[in-house]
């Protein structure tokens, strides 16, 4: 038996050790914003947090979030009011909108850890993940639009 | 009486933080010394050098600041980086890819609980190297994460990230020796003198 906190609620999973995680949010857990783009760790569309990092579920096995945290796009925010969500809406970031969740989850560490990113730092955190639909500029634009809704939110 | 208890006070609280602070075993391993000879010592260098160079340790030891892959030295598809502990920057950590171990399948990404680059104040660089320079790198504590030359012996034949090279994985190729033959000549590179190449050895 395998228990995982999946935003916030503990889930017992019965199943092979090995399992990806993504398998267990999406199948099991029945969360299914985290999307499946190749299983190989190439892409990024499956980033969830474990833990606050942003791990790739379709390579995690359920067995290293035994006991662990996972935040997963559900619950990036309560009311879908995270920064980069509301930055995301005002930019009209997505096109098809596959990789977005991912996007999303890596980009929320990247701002967690450096509120005030430079283009430079946007590469270095988001080159992993692959937009077929090539939102990149968008993107860019909606992490530094959220970063200064962070800053204006931090002042009041 | 009474300085003789400070003065035994103050060594034996300088040997415990001596102690706390090693991160290698205690006492590491010993190494027989042998008699000096340059030209065995540097000829045991060259066949290490050999499996320093070759891509499953080197692809860590880059020159730049991205890791490289494959056996033609490319840099990491995504172009990850360094970051400060050698583990990655933001939603780029090395450990949201590479597992406690290897993930099965061809192209599929490598592991070990230690997987990453040396850090950014030791980077450790083998990448470009003569062998020359990356003897004498080797040997300095300055550039080599403060070991001794015991240590360094204790780190090439056992460390487990550096182990790794050896069971690398689907389809990746092996140093082109064994571990204990690697560790066997690290050995003796050191115990007939530690000499590094001449600069004009290749
Ligand atoms: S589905 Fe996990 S990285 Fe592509
Ligand atoms: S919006 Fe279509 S893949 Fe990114």
Known sequence: ?156 | MRKLIVITGILFIGGLITVAFRTEPAKPASYPILAKDSIGSVKAFMSVYKVLMSSRCMNCHPAGESPLQGDDNHIHTMNVKRGVDGKGLYAARCSNCHQAENTTGLHMPPGNPKWGLPPSNMRMVFQGRTPRQLALQLLDPKQNGGRTKAQLIDHMAKDDLVGWAWHPGDGRTLPPMSRPAFAAQVRLWIAKGAFAPSAKAK
């Open chain 1, 1 to 156: 038996m395998i228990t995982i906190t999946v935003n916030g609620q503990r889930h017992d999973i019965n199943g092979d050790p090995n399992m990806p995680l993504l398998w267990a949010i999406r199948d099991i857990i029945g969360l299914t914003g985290t999307k499946y783009g190749c299983g190989a760790a190439q892409c990024g569309a499956c980033t969830v947090h474990l833990n606050g990092e942003a791990v790739r579920s379709c390579i995690t096995k359920i067995s290293r979030a035994d006991g662990q945290h996972v935040v997963t796009i559900e619950g990036l925010s309560a009311n879908n009011d995270h920064p980069l969500q509301q930055a995301w809406n005002e930019v009209n970031v997505p096109q098809c909108g596959y990789c977005q969740s991912g996007q999303l989850m890596s980009a929320a560490v990247l701002l967690r850890e450096n509120p005030n990113p430079t283009d430079q730092d946007i590469d270095d955190a988001m080159s992993g993940n692959i937009c077929r639909c090539g939102t990149y500029q968008r993107i860019r634009a909606a992490i530094h639009k959220a970063a200064d809704m962070q800053r204006e939110g931090a002042k009041i």
